[in-house]
């Protein structure tokens, strides 16, 4: 987990992304959980909203991590909400 922390530290998010990914193949329980959650926020951070939604939700659901419930429930679906509706927004100035 430390490397993958480091690699965040420095903005290498895919690096950390790709790491965590690997703790939570190799591992399990509450270290799963945890990188499952630091995996959701790198995706977060890189822009894949959708992949860190799955990931947090894998996080509550199959690891047990209590932390995501909110994260999870109302920054990543207010945040996917928001970049629908820019969208809708830019299509709709195009149009124009």
Known sequence: ???AFRMAYVNDWDG????WEQ???TSGGRTAGKAAYNLAIALEVT???D??????DK????YG???VRSYSSYVLDRRIYDNQR??????SVANN
């Open 47 to 49: 822009g894949r909203l």
């Open 59 to 62: 996080a509550y659901t199959l």
């Open 16 to 19: 950390a992304a790709l790491l």
């Open 1 to 3: 987990m430390k490397p």
């Open 23 to 25: 703790i939570v193949a």
């Open 86 to 91: 820019l969208q809708n927004q830019m299509k």
């Open 65 to 67: 991590n209590k932390k």
């Open 51 to 56: 992949e860190a939604k799955a990931w947090s």
